[in-house]
């Protein structure tokens, strides 16, 4: 796997330069990016959960060296390291809690770790935060002030900056935009990280959208997608999307459905911050821009939060979705490195 | 009516000097306060709404001079005026826009207004974020970071501070937290602003919690207050609290019932930004730390985020009574221009 950010060489590139690293449960990208946002270079290797996070630092280390060399710059004018993980952290500490997919690295210090390893400082961020700063630096958000980033995957992750300011919280739970509850009553779906009930990863995630599928399955729904359910095959967000392709009105009225919980959600939080822009990111777009259900789906996010919000705050809201895909994680981290770089700058 | 404010002299208080202006529908509350949150001197007018704006503006400067002159300081060496108004309202440009309470001052430039009646600088804010700021400042939310301010009055208002910054949003509706969901149902209350459904403010507002109970007694409720109700007396929040007082079970559950609503509405902002501190203040306190009552409404909103949101997050999560009542709004004021002031300076 590769970036798809067109990549420069040193000579169009603008200093500082920093790297972005994103841990994810199976592969790390790294990338090395210029002041203005820009990738020179960029590698995905291999997370190998199993074999510890020391080994995996070293690893991110020897990726960041080699990234600067073949860019033909010199490692020790890297100005800042950006590092996102996916919680549960301590970021303020530097702190791997226990994050779920990474049973191995629980209660690490990946922070000061990778410092070690590299001899740079390191910004440390939630992954899904990072995500959001990446389209707020330099995708959907660029020209934005604040925004607000929804990541629709297996779970629903988020990311918040309000006046260029990244919500990390106190407790490293800022920005969880998944955990908004969105339906408060008693028969309200469970949340998968267990306890909460109602929240809008219950209802807009991946996840929740095959398990909601399957039960309109189960409880003999029409759709072409019975026969496939009742073969053994597995009934993904991804099924469900190609089933509305074919015009299957049980898998669009799951998606609409679904465009409903998150125009709740959304409402919620565009009325605590008022960021102006709502950008969805994440896997399940339904096709996005380029689809006749991606655009059906936005659509109908966008015309609930109209029913659901004051006019005034409807037209200076928009929501679309995100541009950078799946490099928005180690573009942000990058881009927080650089954040934490300027500010220190002017102390 | 005066401020519960102890007033220093100009002998013990710190530059520099603020002044603090807290717009209401009925009164202006106008205190000097020095770089510490002191007060030296304050005074309430009248806000004479139909007598226009500009009319107002001219009078809250003559205060603003009047208070300088009974603190002995020239009121020239004021460093900035901070001036809290109700929405709606466009914070960037200085605009009231149709506060409902203030029909004769829409569309007015009010900002702009009392920068030329005083010469000094005007920082503009929504009364209740100034209200959380004050409380921010040197209120509940003192030692911390990050906070959510809750007004619990006739309506619900809210301020959030994430990292010593205000939300004021991109269409000045930030903070508005009286309109989180915490009921997406068909049949969840309608916000009395028009419009939108299942907000908080329509279950933990003193309108709302008098509406829920004249409906629980119509239905015919076992209540202390249905010969209240019979004889046409008005059931207020404040009504409801002194049955509560008395031991009345249907009053409590009323009580029990805005706190569970108030715990889906405070679990769903703490997911967003975590702040560490979630503060009530308003009068619908329910007689607050003083009173039975008042400490059974806070427990019972304790007790049920902690059953709604996980076990980290709990614990590093503080929710308590606001501490400043009716000063928070001029103290916020002030302190919002103290912010501004700082952070000019240091350009």
Same mark, same amino acid.
């Given at each position: ?6 990549? &420069?060489? %040193? ?7 920093? @790297?972005g690293v994103d841990?994810?449960?199976?592969? +790390? ?9 820009? *990738? ?37 004018? +890297?100005?800042? &390291? ?9 970021? =303020?500490?530097? $702190? ?52 607000? %980033? ?34 408060? #009553?008693?028969?309200?779906? @469970? ?16 996840? !929740?959208?095959?398990a909601i599928t ?28 190609? !089933? ?7 898998? $669009? ?5 679904? =465009?409903?919980? $998150?125009? &709740?959600? +959304?409402? *919620? ?6 960021p102006g822009l709502?950008? %969805? ?26 029913? @659901?919000?004051? #006019? ?5 809201? *928009?929501?679309?979705?995100? *541009? $950078? ?7 942000? !981290? ?7 770089? @300027? ?5």
């Open positions: 796997m590769t970036t798809n950010q067109p990549l &420069i060489p %040193l000579s169009q590139a603008k200093a500082p330069y920093f @790297l841990v994810g449960g199976t592969n +790390i990208k790294i990338g090395l990016v210029d002041n203005g946002g820009k *990738t020179l270079a960029f590698k995905e290797i291999e997370t190998l959960e199993p074999d510890g996070p020391q080994a995996a630092v070293a690893r991110m280390a020897d990726t960041c060296r080699g990234l600067c060399a073949a860019a033909g710059l010199d490692f020790a004018k +890297i100005a800042r &390291i950006g590092l996102g993980t996916p919680g549960s952290m301590d970021i =303020a500490r530097g $702190l791997l809690i226990e994050p779920p997919n990474h049973p191995h690295w629980h209660h690490f210090p990946i922070r000061d770790a990778l410092e070690k390893a590299t001899g740079h400082k390191v910004s440390f961020a939630n992954d899904a935060n990072a995500a959001a700063f990446g389209e707020f630096w330099i995708g959907t958000g660029e020209k934005h002030a604040s925004m607000v %980033l929804l990541t629709l995957g297996t779970g629903v992750g988020g990311g918040i900056i309000v006046d260029g300011h990244l919500i990390n919280g106190v407790n490293s739970f800022g920005s969880e935009c998944g955990h908004v509850i969105v339906d408060s #009553s008693p028969k309200a779906r @469970l949340c998968v990280w267990g306890g909460g009930r109602g929240h809008l990863e219950a209802y807009a995630s991946a996840s !929740a959208v095959s399957i039960e309109g399955l189960q409880a003999g729904a029409n759709s072409s997608l019975q026969a496939a359910y009742k073969s053994g095959e597995k009934i993904s967000a991804r099924r469900v999307y190609e !089933a509305a392709e074919g015009g299957d009105k049980f898998a $669009l009225d799951i998606i609409d459905s679904t =465009a409903v919980y $998150l125009a &709740i959600g +959304i409402t *919620t939080m565009v009325h605590m911050v008022d709502v950008v %969805l990111g994440g896997a399940m777009d339904f096709g996005g821009h380029n689809s006749k259900v991606g655009m059906r789906f936005l659509n109908k996010i966008r015309s609930e939060f109209k029913e @659901l919000t004051f #006019s005034n705050v409807a037209e200076g809201t *928009t929501i679309d979705f995100a *541009t $950078l895909g799946g490099d928005a994680g180690y573009l942000g !981290a990058a881009g927080i490195a650089r954040d934490d770089y @300027l500010k220190l700058g002017l102390r």
